[in-house]
């Protein structure tokens, strides 16, 4: 990283926006591939980040190579997906059973509004910047976000008490 100058170290890069690409992969993808989605963001990331503009939106950045990879790991999974009866039996703190719960509601939503409220409610990128990602207009983002919220609030029990 020594040739880039003007920008942070790519290690403060990670530590200040992977809970947030996290969040993303886990709500495009679900738990399973969440992490596999995670790192090749980052690997890829690392890769490009050189030749990254300065003044770049660097989350927004990271949220688009997040898609591309969410998408490939979904066509993955698609792919080589088998059907199994049996669960894995693993102990989990509720705080994960909470964030499987909203990845499964999530999971349910139609692309565009699954992709539009991760965007945008866990990643916090504006409308214009969403539509960018996924595709079509500022208010069709908008749109697509808001139907999924609202789809989340008659399907996930805990959306209107995710604060406790």
Known sequence: MGRVTGKRAFETIVVEHGPTVLRVC????????ADDAWSETFLSALKAYPDLPVDANVE???VTIAHRK????????ARRAVPTDQVPDRARPPEQDRDDDLAAALGRLPDKQRHAVAYHHLAGLPYAEVAAIIGGST???RRAAADGIAALRRTYPLMEHHDD
Do not use: H, I, N, Q
């Open 26 to 33: 886990r709500a495009v993808v679900g738990f399973a591939d």
């Open 60 to 62: 927004a950045w990271l």
């Open 70 to 77: 969410a998408v490939d790991a979904v066509r993955s999974r």
């Open 139 to 141: 208010d069709a983002a």
